[in-house]
């Protein structure tokens, strides 16, 4: 049932307004002052507030201020008796969704609320719709609708139970450590740690360290001895981020812990044995590197048990809708602003690009437009200029040279707003050529 | 068993066929007795000079005070304009799931816009306009079926259009609260 606020200071007003609202079938509270509404609507969620403008204790506008202020989305419809047009212009200023002067026709109100809660209604249906989709198509923090991402949402339900080694393959931003987590927390192991190790960022001594830990004097500045990340993760998982970049000296080490789930620390002589699972993940062809000979190959098949293929994004285009609004949830709570919609001009050029940097690079373009946002909407020019400048970039691959040379043309006359001498200026033409032009393409200024 | 009745309360002059025609209509619709109380007053004390009408409220409340102690719901029907401080007028007003409802007989009349006296057609009006509040005191809401009695008017000809019964949903929803009444009678009995 649709919940209504009344804010009256006059107990008959209330009174009055409460029976005839509730005859409709409206739930309805009714309070003296502002304080006690702004009170109200922060524990509880209304449809409807409905706030005389003449007030003792704060008037209608503050409380309208107010509700604004602390972001509560509830429509406010402002009433009073000594209508004039400068109130009625704060009102609308402030936010308020309507403005009504009492006495009022019988008609009038019950028509402005339907109005209301019908929005209101689809409002919460598209909310609920979202939450569905997103459990939906949501596994874990991984989100995608299509048949690519679904396969990868199986391999990983059917992969976690198990003990195997996986190797994940995806393009960088793909969202590689998203899956070894996803393995981790649907895996018996899920109590146990999970720990990351990108092995492309650290030189071979460095890396062999930070795996198998080492033991004090075990090298020049090892003032005392230190667990590995092998030991951190133990009943664990271990996910070694970038594995096509360790050293081949290293990669003996790891390939001999794989294969005795046994190692010693650096300098150290006992032998440590351990329950860890291992997943890896790099974004290089690892059988092309062991046809190069830069990867062991033995090593290739004990990480080899389990091979799951994230696709790039331009390869899964269908679930860029749902990732933007996941975004755009996400980073309008981190931020605090809300932006939680997305023009369809920006989402087509969302949908136009192809996403070298993949769902990474997605998620800060979407950080980048919240931020940069001045309404609840993202417009196009609030997203990032290279994603911008890309989209424009590309779309002529696929169009004629004389395509280009009218859709440039267009271009510049809008950014001029039909000067004839300017647009001829830019383009570095006269005026006779650019009005040729404007007829052969029948350009409309 | 003692069965609570339903009790009219004419609020200044009203004509005896008026009483009478909702009395006997109101008997058809509810499975209590209808029974007539003597008339009171005009209510001065509603009075609002400004807007030259009545505040319903303020019946509605002197209204309730009418009810006899067997009575289960009080119909207070009065021949003065209502309006309440957030309308501009009313045909009527209940208290929702309440004891008391009032209903006004002036603008169901053709003469109030200016054309010709239909005593058949005041009645007709008039009966719906009682069912329905009295619909109101029984926990009934509006109604969003046109002919449905419960459904909201916001002018005569939405009256019109209405059949002085309920649909089949209101009535089910009221048959429901009858029975819940009922069983407060034979609490009360037995008490």
Redesign the interface.
Known sequence: MSQILIVDDEEIMRQSLTDWLKEDGYEVIAVEDGFKALELVQRENFDVMLVDLKMPKMDGLEVLREVKRLKVDVPVIIITAYATVDTAVAAMKEGAYDYIVKPFHPEELGIIIRKIIEHQNLKKENILLRKELSQRYQFHDIIGKGPGMQKVFELIRTVAPTRSTVLIQGESGTGKELVARAIHSESPRREGPFVALSCATLPETLLEAELFGYEKGAFTGALTAKMGKLEMAAGGTLFLDEVADISLKTQIDLLRFLQEREFRRLGGSETIKIDVRIIAATNRDLKELVEAGKFREDLFYRLNVITINIPPLRERKEDIPLLVQHFLEKFSAAIGKRVDKISPQAMSILMEYDWPGNVRELENAIEHAVVISQEDIVLPEALPATILGKGEKRAPLQKSLRDVEKEHIEKILREVKGNITQAAEILGINRVTLYRKIKEYDIKI | MMNRAIYILPIGKIREEIIEGVKSELVKVFPFPIKILSEIPNPAYAFDAT?GQY?S?KILREVANYLPPDGLKILGITDVDL????????FG????GGKACVISLTRLRQEYYALPRKDTLLLNRVVKEAIHELG?TLGL??CSLRECVMA?A?DVLGIDQKLPQFCSSCRKVLNKMIEIFKGENEMADLG
């Not at chain 2, 309006?83 to 009313?90: M, S």
């Not at chain 2, 007003?93 to 929702?96: D, M, S, Y």
């Open positions: 807007r505040h409220t309006c309440t401080p957030v309308l501009t007028f009313v007003e209940a208290q929702l109101h809401v509006h909201f916001p």
